[in-house]
């Protein structure tokens, strides 16, 4: 399973706010039955086959443009893991594991 980090930024538009356009992105994922996302306060996390990942990074970048904006930014980060399983929960887990590792050595 791929992890991709995703945000997608309209430029142009009439407000700063972007709160509009992110309800909207997690409105296209919660349809898309192939990836599991997470929102976060700086972008949203997907996680599923890297095909879908695209497929659903695709969608994503449009809505944008559906909703009136002339350009947009997309910047994606990818984790592809393929020597194992990975998730977000997964590594979040490791992290915690190391980290353990670190307070009773103290």
Known sequence: MAIAEVT????????????PYVAKYQEVLEKDQNVEYELTPMGTIIEGDIDDLLVAIRKLHEVPFTSGAERVTTNVK??????KESSTEQKLNSVARELEKINKSN
Do not use: A, F, K, W
């Open 8 to 19: 997608i930024v309209p430029i142009g538009t009439e407000t700063t706010s972007l709160s």
């Open 78 to 83: 990818i984790d592809d893991r393929r020597d």
